[in-house]
C-alpha cells in the first residue's frame, strides 16, 4: 500500500495536471462556443467525439493493461515495447483511411474535419504508452509534464487568433496540430531521460498475441466505454441539426467538467487498487479505507451536482450572452443526476480491473452499452438533447446496479447505501433555500451551507471519514478478508 505522503504527492501532481487541462480546455471551449457559429461549433464537435471514440477503439486495452502490469512489478520495457508497436501500427493504418476517403470524398466538411483534427489525435495517441508506463510506476509529476504541453499551447495560439479577431475552423486547426505534436516530443524526451524508456517499437508476434489475447475483455471494455462517452454526440449530429450538438456538447462539457474531482483520483486508484486486491485478499485496515474513500467521493458528487444545477441558468446565461443557458436546463438537470453513479461505477470498475474481473467488467459495459445505444436511438428522435442525457442517465444506473451485484467483497456490500443518501441531502439543501430565496446567488450560498452543515455536522460524517482515510493511507498490516473467487479470471 502506498504510503500517506507519497498519496498525497500523487494527488497533488494528478490535481496539477488535471487543473491545467479542465482550465486551459475550458478556455479553449469557451472560446469556440463564442466565436464559430453553433453549425461549425457542431461540426467540430462532432469531428472529435468520432476521433475519441476511434482512438479509444485502437487502444486495444493496452492502456489499462500496461498500467495493471506495470504496477503489479511485471517487466514493464518488454511490454511497452510492444505497446509502442501496437500504437504505431494501429495509428498508421487509420490515418491512412481517413486520408483514402477524404481523398474519394473531398467535398465532405466532415471528413475534411477528421482528417486535420486526425492528424493532431494520432500524435497524441502515439504519446500514451509512455504515458501510461509514467501511471503504472505512480510518477505523476513526470506525468503531469508529458501532459500539459498540448493543452497550453492551442489556449495560448487560440487567445492571440481571438484577440486578432482571426478564429475559424480554418486557422484552428493548424493550432491543433502542432499543439498535440508538440506534447508528444515533450514526452518522447522525457521518457528517454528520465525513464530510460525504450523510444522505438521492437515487434515480436507471440508476445503480442499473448498480450492481444489477454486484453481482449478490456478491449470490449474500452469500446463500449469510448462507446458511451461520445456514442449521443455523434447520434444527435446524425439525427439533429449541428445547432443542437452544438447545444448538447456545451452542457455535456459541463457536466464533464462536474466530474474534476473524480478525474484527478481516478489513475491514482488503479496502481493502488492492483496492490491490495493483487492476491485476492484485502485486509481490515483496507476496507475501511475503502469505505471512507467511496463516502468522501460521494459527498463531494453531490455538491457538484447541486452547484451545477442551482448555476447553470444564471451563470451561463451571464456568459454566454443566452445562447447556451436556458435552453439547456433541463438536459444539465438530467445530466446532473449522473455524476454520483459515475463516481460509484468507477470505484466498482477499479476493484474488479484490480481483481482481474475483466470479462465480468465486460459484461457490465456491454449490458450499459446496449441500454445507452438503445435509449439514445429511441429517445433522440423524440425528444433531442433531453432524450439522450435521459438515455445516459439511464444507463449509468443499469452499470451502477450491475457493478453493486457482482464485485464480491465482503463488508462492502452495504456502501451503495451513501448513493441514496448524500444526493437527498444535496436535494433538500436545494430546495430549502429555493423556497426562502429568489436571488441566484443567495439560493446557491444558503444551499452550500446547508449541505455543509449537514454532513459535517448532523450526519457527522466528513471528518471522520477524512481521517480513516489519511489513517489507512500507512502501511500496515491486519487481518486479511477474503474475496470470493470467479470464474472469468
Not at 483514402?100 to 504519446?127: E, K, Q
Not at 505534436?181 to 517499437?201: D, G, N
Not at 475501511?288 to 447541486?306: P, R
Not at 449541505?451 to 471528518?463: A, E, G, Q, W
Amino acid at each position: 500500500m502506498i504510503t500517506s505522503k507519497r498519496f498525497i504527492q500523487n494527488i497533488s501532481a494528478s490535481t496539477i495536471q488535471l487543473v491545467t487541462n479542465q482550465a486551459t480546455g475550458l478556455i479553449l471551449f469557451y472560446l469556440l462556443s463564442k466565436t464559430l457559429d453553433k453549425a461549425s461549433f457542431g461540426s467540430f464537435n462532432w469531428a472529435l467525439a468520432v476521433l475519441l471514440i476511434c482512438f479509444g477503439i485502437l487502444q486495444c486495452g493496452m492502456d489499462l493493461l500496461m498500467v495493471k502490469k506495470t504496477a503489479s512489478g511485471e517487466s514493464r520495457f518488454s511490454i511497452l515495447s510492444l505497446y509502442i508497436s501496437h500504437v504505431c501500427l494501429a495509428g498508421m493504418l487509420f490515418y491512412i483511411l481517413l486520408l483514402v476517403a477524404y481523398l474519394l470524398f473531398p467535398s465532405g466538411t466532415s471528413l475534411y474535419l477528421l482528417l486535420f483534427l486526425g492528424a493532431g489525435r494520432l500524435f497524441i495517441f502515439l504519446s500514451t504508452p509512455f504515458k501510461q508506463l509514467c501511471t503504472g510506476l505512480e510518477k505523476f509529476r513526470l506525468l503531469l509534464l508529458m501532459s500539459v504541453g498540448s493543452s497550453l499551447f492551442k489556449t495560448l495560439l487560440l487567445l492571440v487568433l481571438y484577440f486578432l479577431e482571426q478564429v475559424s475552423l480554418k486557422n484552428i486547426l493548424p493550432v491543433f496540430i502542432m499543439g498535440d505534436f508538440i506534447e508528444l516530443v515533450i514526452t518522447l524526451v522525457l521518457s528517454r531521460k528520465y525513464l530510460k524508456a525504450p523510444l522505438l517499437p521492437h515487434f515480436n508476434g507471440i508476445a503480442y498475441r499473448r498480450l492481444l489475447k489477454e486484453g481482449l475483455p478490456l478491449l470490449g471494455t474500452a469500446v463500449l466505454a469510448v462507446g458511451m462517452a461520445r456514442l449521443d454526440w455523434v447520434l444527435i449530429g446524425i439525427f439533429l441539426p449541428a445547432e443542437k450538438l452544438a447545444e448538447y456538447s456545451f452542457a455535456y462539457k459541463a457536466f464533464e467538467l462536474s466530474t474534476f474531482p473524480l478525474l484527478i483520483i481516478a489513475p491514482i486508484l488503479v496502481p493502488w487498487f492492483s496492490k491490495i486486491f493483487r492476491n485476492n485478499q484485502v485486509d481490515e485496515t483496507s476496507v475501511k479505507i475503502l469505505k471512507a474513500l467511496l463516502s468522501v467521493e460521494l459527498i463531494i458528487a453531490s455538491f457538484t451536482s447541486m452547484i451545477l444545477v442551482l448555476a447553470w441558468a444564471p451563470a451561463v446565461d451571464l456568459i454566454t450572452a443566452g445562447k447556451y443557458g436556458s435552453v439547456n436546463r433541463n438536459t444539465i438537470l438530467l445530466l446532473s443526476l449522473c455524476v454520483s453513479f459515475l463516481y460509484l461505477n468507477n470505484f466498482f470498475w477499479t476493484i474488479q480491473v484490480s481483481s482481474s474481473r475483466l470479462k465480468e467488467v465486460f459484461r457490465v459495459f456491454m449490458a450499459t452499452f446496449l441500454v445507452n445505444t438503445l435509449g439514445d436511438l429511441v429517445l433522440i428522435p423524440l425528444f433531442g438533447n433531453e432524450g439522450a442525457a435521459a438515455a445516459y442517465l439511464l444507463s449509468v444506473v443499469v452499470q451502477a446496479v450491475l457493478f453493486v451485484r457482482t464485485t464480491k467483497v465482503e463488508s462492502l456490500d452495504m456502501l451503495p447505501r451513501s448513493l441514496f443518501v448524500y444526493p437527498l441531502c444535496a436535494l433538500v439543501s436545494g430546495l430549502i433555500s429555493f423556497y426562502f430565496f429568489s436571488s441566484p446567488p443567495a439560493v446557491i450560498a444558503t444551499a452550500i451551507g446547508i449541505y455543509l452543515v449537514i454532513v459535517l455536522f448532523s450526519l457527522n460524517i466528513m471528518i471522520p471519514q477524512y481521517k480513516t482515510l489519511i489513517k489507512g493511507t500507512k502501511m500496515g498490516h491486519y487481518k486479511p478478508i477474503h474475496i470470493e473467487e470467479h470464474s472469468q479470471r
